[in-house]
Every structure is written in C-alpha cells, then in structure tokens.
C-alpha cells in the first residue's frame, strides 16, 4: 500500500522525486546524528516526504527540494554530521540554541547556496573549517558562544558577500587576518572574549560597510587605526590593556616602538611560515597582519641591511633577555614579601578562597598573583562607591560571618542547587528566618566595577507580593565571592508539578493554576513598569525554573535583575537552557536584543505548560488550544475538573502571548486586564 501511495505521489508530483529519492537519506542521516535518541526530531521518518509539510522545522521550493532547515533551541545534544552537505539546494541552516558537540565538519562548505549559518550558543569545538570560506553566498555567520579553537582562517576574507561574522565568546586565538577588510559588505564583526593578538589590521578599518567591530576581552596590541573613530559607538575595544592610540576613550597614546610602518610586510600567522607564503608569492594575501614593527629605514635600505647591523640587532635581542631575567627575578622576590605581608594582615575568615573558586582561579590563570586581586583590590561595596547611598548599604548589607554562621560553613547538606557559575544554599539567620544565599564568583559579574554597582542598586528596589524578596547582600575579598540573601520558598519551583505521571506526585488544582498564572503576570506587570513609577525591567530569562511557588501557593519569580549584575557570557549561559525549553522569543534570534514583548512569549509559554502540565510544549497542544481540543492541552490529570470557559480563553492568550510577530503579542497590562476580567482573584 505504502509503495502504491509513494508511486501515485510522483506521477502526480513529479518535482517530488529529487527530494524523497536524494535528499530523505541526508535528512535521516542528519537526525541520527543530531538527535541521538530520537528525542526531539520525531516527525522526521523514513516513510513521510520531507516536502509535505511532515519534517518539523524543514521547508522547500517549488522543486520540492529542502531550502530551509530551521531547529533553534530544541534540545539537541548530538554533532552536526558530514551528510548536511548533500543538500544541495539549502539556503538557511538554523542549529543555535541547542547542546551540539563536536566540530563543525568541512562538508558544510559544500552548500554553495547557503545564506545564513547560525551555529551559536551550542557546545561545537575543534577549528573553523578554512573550506567555509569557498561559501560564495554566505551572508551571516554566527558561530559565538561554542568552544571553538584555533585561529581564524584567512579564507573568510573570500566571502564576498558576507555581511555579519560573529564568533565571540568562544576560545579562538591568533592574529585577525587583514583578508577580512576587503569584505566589501561586511557590517558586524564581533571577536569579543577570545584570545585573538597582534594588532587590528589597518586594512580591516578601512571595510567600507562596516558599522559594529567588538574586540574587547582579548590580547591585543599596538596601535589602533584611527579610521575605527568613524564607527564611534559602534567600535568596542575595552580589556585589551596593549593598545594603543589617540582619541580613543581609556587608551594610552603610543610610543615609537609600537607604531606601524606600512612598508613592512606582513608578518606570518602560526603555521603559515614556509616559502609558498613569502609576501611576493600568489597566496601572500592569506597572510594576516599579526603584529606592529617599528622600522626607520625605508624599503630599499631594509632590503641591504649591513652585517654590522645585524650583529647589532643579535646583541640587542642578548641584552633584551638579560634585562628581562633580572626583572623577573624582581618582580618574582618582590611578589614574595607582598605574599607575606598581605596573608599576614588578612582577617582568617574572609582570606580563603572558596573550593569551587580555587579550582577556577587555577584553571583561568596558574600564577598565584590572582589571588591577590580578591585580597587586595575587590571592593564594590567601599564607601563613596557609585554614589551608592550609605542608608541603602547599611541597611541591606550583611558580614561573611553571618553568611557562614547561617549555611553552617556552606556545608553540603545545605546546599540547594549549584550551576556554572552560582551555588544557592539554604541558611537560617540569627532571628531564626529562613533564606536562600545565592553565592555568585566574582568572575561571574560584569567586569566593570561601577556597571556591576549600578545593577546591583536596582536589586532593593524590587518590592512585589510575586516576586522573591532581597533581603541583603555581601561581599567577600577574600573569597572573591558575592552573596545575594533572600527569603527561602518552600515549594521549590513550578517545575516539579510538571510532567508528574498519574499517582506519582502532587497535582494542581485548576483554580490553583489560574491562581499562579494571573501571579505571575502581575509580577511581570512590577517589572515591566506597569504599576508603580520604577523604571522598567525586563527579566529576560523567565522559565517554570525560575517560577518558585511558597506554602499557600503564591508564585514567585526569582532572578529579576539579576542579569544586569553578571557578565554577558554568563547571561547567554542562561539563555541557553531558556531556548531549549523554548522560552526564548524568535526575534532574539535577529535582533540580539530582549524588549518586554520577549517576556510575554515566555508566559505564554509558561501558561501553556501550566495547563498541559507538561515542560515540553508541541504543536499538538497548540493546535488544540486554537481549535478548544482539551484533552490536546489540558492536563489529563484534572480528569476534567477544570472550567472550559476559562480553559478556553487561557488557551486563545497563551497562543497570542506566542505569536511569531512581537507586534502581534499583548502588553503585560492588557494581560492581567484579561485575566481579571474572568477570573476572582
């Protein structure tokens, strides 16, 4: 019968047969690898055509051949396999925001009439492939947030029609090759958080579209281009303490030494030293710009270099190392007396490093003289910082005494939950109230003191019956830690009464679950603005996670502000697990930016899971919320105890709450004026 079927399909559809009889096999392939388990990708099976609408997240042309593969943030763990590159026809491949492992295989290169690659905040390693650079309509590459290595290939300066590379956040080091300035349509590129060095290649500066170029966080050096002013805001080049330049905010004026001679040649990337890469061979321009020289000489002059002159750069480079030996042995005998002298002033208990800080410390930087930074040179909370006001620290600020008397010495029995880059433990103050301390590393916030400052002022002044309470903070030096103490809810989060099997666990009421929605979208409405006269906040990463529920029920949104006191990375770290589970909104993926309308998609998504009882939302239970199909998206453990009416309009707003357009998507106040319309609160 199946082969009749498939028979009838193409005579009647002839335009089918590429696709079903080429393609299907690299699509199979291409599910195996991407989802292991066959967790994620179920509607992709070797019996449906791919062009029928039958493959989540696959669209074609007119020819019936796969144009699109679209599978942002659906919690695939697996490795982008070879066979992506028997898709001859694709154009967009959409794999970020999801746990992908392995490297990116030099098959991809294959995809001549791809246009957007989006391969961010996944966990890819291993180099770039130099074949994407034989891409000739690639127009978006977006690779950051991976744990790339190795340098950047100089054949990207092939694309020609490239227009947004963005690699940040990832472990990429060399120099930045010079090819990338002759993109002639190139209008973003973001190196930023890697370990790039060398200078920024003058012809880079000169790129003639470009608008956006961010290296901040990496090793370079030298002097900047002054061309770069014209980008003004545009150009980001902070923690890079070896550059140099005039006119730039923050940045030294340059020495001789350190100035560029543009008669030199370009000096030689890593691995490209050999005869075939001198400067006057064909492949000389794939040799990027790695490093400022000083030279006083011109060309000609260079190029008959006297061997008195050599011999004079041979004792120069002697003397230079000797001088080099006897400041280090300076700097090291004097580091030894500061060692003592500041372990010997030290309070005891607030001079150690925490475990898990130590084992960060040594695995970011072996040198012990780390320490001393926690020691000796934290102090956000110092008198006069900011502007901070001295009511507001006096009154909210706790002692690491009273920390580690309450988790009784951040003992293991009281600890909650821990992640990358915080560890939340339970303690009870001296008047017996119980808190929750969220201790964050000191490496975890915005590297900018007086930013980390300004975020943290706004932490106090969030005071709402359906968010968690602050009730203080601390800072420790010496541990290089910071603690956030606020109240303790019981409950847990709104996760636990998700995905519970018959019998096996506490089920909500219905009037509980109006109950917690309409809380939640009221501590939203707090944040947004919308009541009161603070300023406006978007939370960014609400999630069931982040949803606590106390003893009466009541919910509680955690984490509100929190991400104006930590560094980006961290925030995309969080932002990750939000895309998987689906909350992150569709024009993030585009725009890069989170407005309040990309909240309300994650409360409609939070009240589609509230209804469902389910963490997994799918298009079954949005279909039935469109068409009143309860048992498609309503919890089948309510064994029909719920009001359809009700049922009926939460399921119609949390389909509206998650239209694709943000345009199309209510207000926060139009959503609690719903909920209260129908519902007694």
């Known amino acids: 019968m199946h082969f009749t079927f498939s028979i009838l399909l193409l005579l009647l559809f002839p335009s089918l047969c590429f696709s079903s009889l080429t393609e299907l096999p690299a699509l199979m392939a291409m599910k195996a690898s991407l989802d292991p388990q066959n967790q994620f990708l179920t509607s992709w099976t070797p019996h449906s055509e791919p062009c029928s609408g039958a493959f989540e997240g696959v669209a074609c042309n007119e020819q019936g051949l796969v144009t699109n593969i679209s599978l942002q943030g659906k919690g695939l763990w697996g490795q982008i396999p070879p066979a992506v590159g028997g898709l001859k026809s694709l154009t967009g491949l959409y794999l970020h925001f999801n746990a992908l492992s392995g490297k ?27 074949e994407i650079g034989n891409m000739p309509n690639l127009q978006v590459l977006q690779l950051c947030y991976n744990k790339l290595t190795g340098g950047l290939p100089t054949q990207l300066g092939d694309l020609k029609r490239l227009s947004v590379l963005a690699v940040q956040s990832n472990q990429l080091t060399g120099a930045i090759p010079a090819s990338l300035g002759e993109l002639g349509t190139l209008t973003r590129l973001d190196l930023s958080f890697n370990s790039f060095f060398g200078p920024i290649p003058a012809r880079l500066a000169h790129a003639p579209m470009l608008q956006v170029l961010d290296v901040r966080s990496n090793s370079l050096s030298g002097n900047i281009p002054l061309a770069l002013k014209r980008l003004n805001g545009g150009f980001q080049y902070e923690n890079n303490p070896s550059l140099c330049g005039v006119g730039f905010s923050g940045l030294k004026v340059c020495t001789a030494t350190t100035t560029r001679n543009p008669n030199k040649p370009q000096p030689f990337e890593p ?52 001088a080099l030996a006897v400041s280090g042995l300076f700097i090291f005998s004097w580091y030894r007396r500061q060692k003592q002298k500041i372990g010997s002033t030290l309070d005891t208990s607030d001079s150690r490093l925490s475990t898990d800080q130590a084992k960060e410390v040594y695995k970011k930087n072996a040198s012990p003289l780390i320490n001393l930074e926690y020691s000796n040179g934290w102090d956000p909370l110092a008198k006069g910082s900011a ?58 916030c915005k590297p900018d003191e007086a930013e980390f400052l300004k975020g943290l002022k706004i932490l106090p002044s969030l005071k709402h019956e359906n968010l968690v309470r602050l009730r203080g903070f601390c800072c420790s030096k010496g541990r290089g830690e910071w603690f956030l103490i606020y109240d ?25 679950r109006v109950s917690i929605i309409t809380g939640i979208a009221k501590g939203i409405g707090y944040l947004h603005g919308s009541m009161g006269n603070k300023p406006a906040i978007v939370h960014q990463t609400i999630s069931a996670e982040k949803v606590l529920i106390d003893s009466h029920y009541n919910p509680l949104l955690s984490d509100s502000g929190l991400h104006k006191l930590l560094a980006d990375d961290i925030v995309f770290s969080m932002l990750k697990a939000s895309a998987a589970m ?12 989170f407005t309040a309308k990309s909240d309300i998609y994650a ?39 719920f009001s359809e009416s009700e049922a009926t309009k939460l399921g119609r707003l949390a389909l509206l709450c998650t239209q694709e357009s943000p345009s199309y998507r209510p207000s926060i106040e139009n959503v609690v004026k719903e909920l209260s319309g129908f519902i007694c609160t």
């Not at 963490?615 to 105890?641: H, M, P, S, W």
């Open 104 to 130: 990116i295989p030099k098959e991809i290169a294959r995809l001549n009439q791809l246009s957007d690659l989006y391969l961010n905040v996944n966990n890819l390693s291993g180099g770039i492939p130099r």
């Open 387 to 444: 502007g901070y006001s001295q009511e507001v620290l006096e009154s909210f600020m706790f002692n690491l005494e009273e920390v580690e008397r309450a988790t009784q010495s951040f003992s293991e029995g009281n600890l909650l939950r821990k992640s990358n880059f915080s560890a939340i433990y339970k303690g009870i103050l001296r008047d017996g109230s119980v808190v929750a301390i969220n201790c964050i590393s000191k490496t975890s």
């Open 488 to 512: 303790f809810v019981p409950n847990e989060s709104l996760l636990q009464y998700l995905d519970i099997k018959v019998g096996s666990g506490e089920v909500l009421e219905w009037s509980t």
């Open 603 to 641: 409360f409609g998504m939070i009240v589609f899971q509230i209804l469902s009882g389910k963490r997994k939302i799918t298009q079954v239970n949005r279909q039935g919320a469109e068409a009143g199909r309860f048992e498609d998206f309503i919890d089948a453990n309510l064994e029909g105890n």
């Open 582 to 593: 689906g909350y992150l909104a569709p024009e993030y993926t585009i725009t890069g930016r």
């Open 271 to 322: 691995g490209n030293f050999s005869a075939k890469n001198l400067p006057d061979s064909p492949t000389a321009k794939e040799i990027p710009e790695s490093a400022n020289l000083e030279s006083n000489c011109s060309q000609t002059h260079c190029s008959r270099a006297s061997k008195s002159q050599q011999i004079g750069i041979v004792f120069g480079v002697i003397g230079v190392i000797a």
